[in-house]
């Protein structure tokens, strides 16, 4: 090769390496370089140091939803942000039905005398452990009452365990049922809706080593799982059908509300609860012995004795006293102004309050929005403010029904329905390394691309070490929690969106596109006085390196939304998924299938084998948003190659907005009117839930219903395939107006 050929060459490969290192999707290769600029000053700001004060900071002291020191790190983010050069800094209040523990009892009168500890004792070389504020054993929204009853060993407390306890000859009514927690996982406040339709008198949740103690490594303070006396603590609130304040289903708790009487709230439950640790649970199985049959081996948990079913011989006696008066709730709300968009917003949250310390939940994501904050407030001051507003929310009371988020979005609802791009979440933003990314399925390639430009602490890119961890997950096929969907997307994103954290009511009541961001790893201390600092800096990122990634990711991501030209939805990718989405319900209901709208037959005819009307109807339908979607990825790649006119990526971004909104059904999801995203819901476990509406129908082999979802899901996909094809005639149209003119020029 002659050196000539080689330096073209050269030359070749490292402009197309420039070109690759500046295209970013949504952006003309201009805005790109600035971006890249804007981006590269933005990395350089946060520190683990300052990830790590703030840590500190939020985890001082417990900060469970309405106590006082929750709301003094309210007034401390606010004073922080305008420091920090954010504007309009706002703290907004929410008077909420209350509710709080006064006292609780539980002791087993029977066949010995036990007196439950229902606090957690101290850990060696843990200081915070020792801090008296941290509370007893309390659940939120548990009702307060008196009972003496035998227990019932009720496993997991979901409904097919009480048939496995018929079965047995064993009924739970007026009794108490003694459950774990997740074995699989699912939300504690199903467990007490689920006992209460039992006629259970009362439910006790407890921590099973099997699941999150020593029976899967070293405890705290040795290692990240949960110790003898952890208690895991939560709402039980039925925030499944409603989120929110109980008492303002569906509108916001400001001054002068309307509230509906408790006895009529769908959300609020009717059952006494408690949580207690394996310390507090041992006596009470252990005692259980010849007590009723042997429970099956599934039911066994860690401790060393075989588990029985009970419902006889022990008998305890569980006093509960709450304290319902009304309190104030505080949504902190700051923003940088858009410098050329600011009526559109890229809205970002994290709540605050926690169960105790909250040292992984919520603190690590709350650290991560100060250092956030701090260099986005920094990149203004130089002169480096977005195009479009950035909004950023702290919330209160996500831990019981998710209710800051829910009584703010439902106050903003129509302006959030004008303005929002997207609202992006961070929970715990740190248990451990393995990235976690979810997004709507038209947000999943901007997500993954973004994670291309940061470096993981493993020195891969986050994107590499992103697609390690989920391909190492895959094949362990370990569904571990509400996030962890386990299963395989079409994507590396995880675009099966649950419920359980606050981007709830921006995906499923305003229909705005959501992404959810942390890092998770072994942690066995969630909602206990035990997720502190000490474990933090012991087990989850004692070099607080996750905590910074997850301020640079954080901020990048919005830095993208908000700094596009135009916009980076993927319609395609979501027509992809949503085709999953119903190919996997049919596989997942082949009786159901077969059975539409016909008379049950025992003999399946072949025929049976093709999918119902409806359902081809509703393949077609996405084949023709699946075209629409890679015609405008099309001509909106082609505009971006050339110039984009203000005028027309306002109009175009504006439709673009649109297209989540169009997936709401005002009525909502059949029985739960709250929820109105067609595409996606959450299970009353929290789990995801895709196609809600339709795929529950389906379930319960109501095919009127079922008809009616699916030609819902049809018109959507019609209305929005109109939308998309009419906005590739836009862009199309105004590239080929820009040519005349140009060529009609003298
Ligand atoms: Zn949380």
Redesign the pocket.
């Known amino acids: 090769m002659t050196p000539s050929r080689c330096t073209a060459i050269a030359l070749i490969l490292f402009s197309a390496h420039l070109a690759h290192s500046q295209s970013i999707l949504g952006f003309s290769p201009t805005s790109a370089a600035r971006e890249a600029r804007v981006e590269e000053k933005f990395k350089s700001i946060p520190t683990p140091d300052e990830e790590r004060r703030q840590h500190r900071i939020f985890t001082a002291e417990p900060h469970v939803a309405g106590s006082k020191r929750n709301n003094e790190l309210a007034e401390y983010i606010r004073d922080e942000w305008k420091k920090q050069g954010l504007e309009d800094v706002i703290i907004r209040r929410y008077d909420v039905y209350g509710t709080n523990p006064k006292s609780a009892s539980l002791e087993m009168i029977a066949p010995t005398h036990y007196q439950a500890v229902l606090r957690e004792s101290p850990l060696p070389g843990d200081d915070d452990s020792n801090n008296p504020a941290i509370s007893g054993a309390w659940l939120g929204m548990s009702i307060s009452g008196e009972v003496t009853a035998p227990v019932v060993y009720a496993h997991s407390g979901n409904p097919e365990d009480y048939d496995l306890l018929r079965q047995n000859g064993i009924s739970v009514k007026g009794k108490i049922v003694l459950v774990r927690y997740s074995n699989p996982y699912s939300y504690r406040g199903f467990k007490a809706l689920t006992a209460q339709r039992e006629g259970a008198a009362a439910i006790l949740i407890y921590s099973d080593p099997a699941e999150d103690g020593y029976k899967k490594g070293k405890v705290d303070p040795d290692g990240p799982w949960g110790p003898e006396y952890k208690i895991q603590r939560g709402a039980i609130t039925y925030d499944f059908i409603v989120p929110g304040d109980p008492l303002t289903p569906g509108w916001a708790s400001i001054p002068g509300a309307k509230r509906i009487p408790i006895e009529q709230a769908m959300s609020a439950p009717k059952i006494m609860a408690l949580p207690i640790s394996w310390h507090d649970a041992k006596p009470l199985l252990e005692n259980m012995n010849g007590d009723g049959p042997v429970a099956p081996d599934s039911w066994q948990g860690g401790l060393p004795f075989q588990y029985h079913l009970g419902g006889e011989r022990v008998k305890v006696h569980l006093k509960i006293e709450m304290d319902n008066g009304t309190q104030p709730y505080y949504v902190v709300e700051g923003r940088i102004r858009g410098s050329e968009l600011p009526d559109e917003w890229v809205v970002l949250g994290n ?1 605050r309050d926690a169960w105790a310390f909250g040292g992984v ?2 603190s690590s ?1 709350t650290a991560s929005m100060m250092e956030l904050t701090r260099a986005l407030g920094q990149l203004a001051k130089e002169g480096m403010r977005p195009r479009r507003t950035l909004v950023v929310c702290s919330w209160d009371g ?2 019981v029904g998710l209710t800051g988020s829910t009584e703010w979005g439902e106050q903003f609802a129509d302006e959030l329905r004008a303005k929002a791009v997207v609202y992006i979440n961070v ?2 933003a740190t248990s451990g390394p393995d990235f976690t990314g979810q997004a709507v399925a038209s947000l999943a390639p901007m997500l993954e691309e973004t994670t291309r430009s940061l470096n993981d602490p493993s020195g891969k890119s986050l994107y590499d070490a992103w697609k390690a961890t989920t391909e190492r997950r895959r094949k362990e096929n370990n569904s571990s929690g509400p996030f962890d969907s386990g299963a395989a997307n079409t994507t590396l994103a995880d675009t099966r969106i649950g419920s359980g ?1 606050d981007h709830t009511v921006f995906l499923n009541f305003i229909g705005m596109p959501v992404i959810g961001l942390g890092f998770a790893g072994d942690y066995g201390v969630y909602h206990s006085g035990y997720d502190d600092f000490y474990w933090m800096n012991h087990f989850g990122d004692p070099g607080y390196k996750y905590h910074t990634l997850m301020s640079q990711l954080w901020g990048v991501t919005a830095l993208r939304l908000a700094n596009a030209d135009l916009l980076p939805f993927d319609f395609a990718s979501y027509a992809a998924n949503v085709r999953q989405f119903v190919n996997e319900l049919m596989k997942a209901q082949p009786a159901a299938m077969s059975m539409w709208g016909r008379a049950p037959s025992p003999v399946q005819s072949t025929e049976a084998r093709q999918p119902p009307p409806e359902f081809r109807a509703i393949l077609d339908a996405i084949d023709n948003f699946e075209a629409a979607g890679k015609k405008l990825n099309e001509s909106l790649t082609r505009k971006l190659s050339s110039h984009v006119d203000p005028k027309l990526a306002l109009t175009v971004n504006h439709g673009m907005m649109q297209v989540e909104r169009n997936w709401l059904n005002p009525d909502g999801i059949p029985g739960r009117p709250w929820f109105k995203h067609i595409l996606y819901g959450a299970r009353f476990t929290y789990a995801h839930l895709e196609l809600p509406g339709l795929t529950e129908a389906v379930e319960a082999q109501d095919w009127p219903r079922a008809k009616k979802q699916a030609r819902i899901l049809q018109r959507a996909l019609k209305k929005n395939t109109q939308l998309v094809n009419q906005l590739s005639d836009t862009v199309t149209n105004a590239s080929i107006a820009e040519i005349t003119t140009r060529s009609e020029r003298p």
Do not use: L, V
Request: overall charge negative.
């Open positions: 709540h939940d919520p994501g996500e831990e929970d715990e954290s």
